[in-house]
């Protein structure tokens, strides 16, 4: 190998080499962030049918891109259904639908996650787009942190309960990359 081919080659492991640690470090950093968040433990797995009886159970009334909530909430994220774009979520048939709740609703959520190859999260903050690719996205207010990547046939969820006040907020994935590329929506509570 001649000298040019060897600088270069060597360049090229090093820039490899500073990505990975950049990536990891952020990993590390958003896994630190979300540490008070639903554990990863606490994902349960679910099979093909009980994700669609799941889906079912979300109570929103869709209007165009929003979907509205009573005092009551119950609402069902999926992580990237098959149909839709990745990386995406959808509720209630609806890519990345803005959320309507009243002040002082009790809302349940579950996260499902069906994308066999990637964990995802999902979050709440009122921190809004845009996003880095590396996001720094704080503080968390409630959500589910990184889910476990689902196993052949099963498929991750979680659910949490927020009571939240009147504001504006998103719900957003904080894997590297995947906000930054329209995995988000907006929350809206008066």
């Given at each position: 190998m001649n000298s040019n081919a060897g600088t270069m080659e060597?360049?090229?492991?090093?820039?490899?080499a500073k990505g990975a640690a950049l990536v990891a470090g952020a990993v590390f950093s958003v896994g630190v962030a979300c540490a008070a968040l639903v554990p990863t433990s606490a994902f349960k797995k679910a099979t093909l049918p009980q994700v669609k009886a799941m889906l079912m159970k979300d109570n929103g009334k869709v209007s165009g891109t929003t979907v509205?909530?009573?005092?009551?909430?119950?609402?069902?994220?999926?992580?990237?259904?098959p149909g839709f774009p990745f990386p995406s979520f959808e509720i209630h048939h609806v890519k990345n639908p803005t959320l309507d709740f009243p002040a002082g609703a009790t809302v349940k959520f579950t996260f499902i996650n069906t994308n066999k190859g990637f964990g995802h999260s999902f979050?709440?903050?009122?921190?809004?787009?845009?996003?880095?690719?590396?996001?720094?996205?704080?503080?968390?207010?409630v959500g589910t942190g990184f889910s476990?990547?689902?196993?052949?046939?099963?498929?991750?969820?979680a659910t949490f309960t927020w009571h939240?006040?009147?504001?504006?907020?998103?719900?957003?994935?904080?894997?590297?990359?995947?906000?930054?590329?329209?995995?988000?929506?907006?929350?809206?509570?008066?």
């Amino acid at each position: 190998m001649n000298s040019n081919a060897g600088t270069m080659e060597s360049m090229k492991r090093a820039r490899v080499a500073k990505g990975a640690a950049l990536v990891a470090g952020a990993v590390f950093s958003v896994g630190v962030a979300c540490a008070a968040l639903v554990p990863t433990s606490a994902f349960k797995k679910a099979t093909l049918p009980q994700v669609k009886a799941m889906l079912m159970k979300d109570n929103g009334k869709v209007s165009g891109t929003t979907v509205t909530y009573g005092k009551n909430a119950n609402v069902v994220a999926a992580a990237v259904l098959p149909g839709f774009p990745f990386p995406s979520f959808e509720i209630h048939h609806v890519k990345n639908p803005t959320l309507d709740f009243p002040a002082g609703a009790t809302v349940k959520f579950t996260f499902i996650n069906t994308n066999k190859g990637f964990g995802h999260s999902f979050d709440v903050t009122k921190k809004g787009p845009p996003y880095a690719v590396i996001p720094q996205i704080a503080p968390i207010i409630v959500g589910t942190g990184f889910s476990p990547v689902p196993a052949a046939g099963k498929f991750g969820y979680a659910t949490f309960t927020w009571h939240p006040t009147a504001g504006t907020y998103y719900y957003v994935c904080q894997i590297p990359g995947h906000a930054a590329t329209g995995m988000f929506g907006k929350i809206v509570v008066k």
